[in-house]
């Protein structure tokens, strides 16, 4: 593809932008951060947005369901992590008031979570168990009316995302956007009622 052809391509942020409007105030959730490419794309057009990122930044373990995923991530050395925390931390600094970095697991901070979000975007461990595990423990978090997404659709590759997102939604509500993002907007029958 021509180098102008590919700047020009539409990216998963601007899937992630379309959805966070740019005159009011959000707070979201990015699960899996990395260098913080995201990140920074968000929180550089959304002056009003408040963004949660989480990532351990941590290697994975052989036999653990991430490593079995297909994703390249998890064989990424703790040298690398620690690179790619530190970037993220850099990254982030022009906005650091509302970037709020959560070195953890996802599940960890959603067991504890108590501020109401606008989205999640799911964007950590791609097997079947840990994206459905992210699924599940941010549903509960995000107002009806706001969204659930994420990264890597129909991308078996780099593991289950598809198969996970699909046990929890009808095929018809999930749309499918730009770099296989996928979204669903979250009705209140979603959100399961405190006990
Ligand atoms: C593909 S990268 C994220 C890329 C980033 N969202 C972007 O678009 O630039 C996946 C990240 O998920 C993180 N991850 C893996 N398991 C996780 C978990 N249980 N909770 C949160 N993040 C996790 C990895 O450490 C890795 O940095």
Known sequence: MPAEALAQKRKRWDAVLDRIPDDQPMTGIEVGVWR??????????????????????????PGTPWWGSGSVMPARSQVEYERAYRRTIEVIDPWRERAIVHRTTSALLADDWSEPLDFAFIDGDHSFEGCSIDIAGWIPHVRAGGWIGGHDWDKPERGQVTAAVLSFFDRDRIEVDSESTWFVDLEPNDIPRPT
């Open 36 to 61: 913080a490419i995201l990140s920074r794309e968000l929180l550089a057009a959304r002056p009003f947005l408040r963004l949660h990122l989480v990532d351990p930044w941590q290697t994975g373990k």
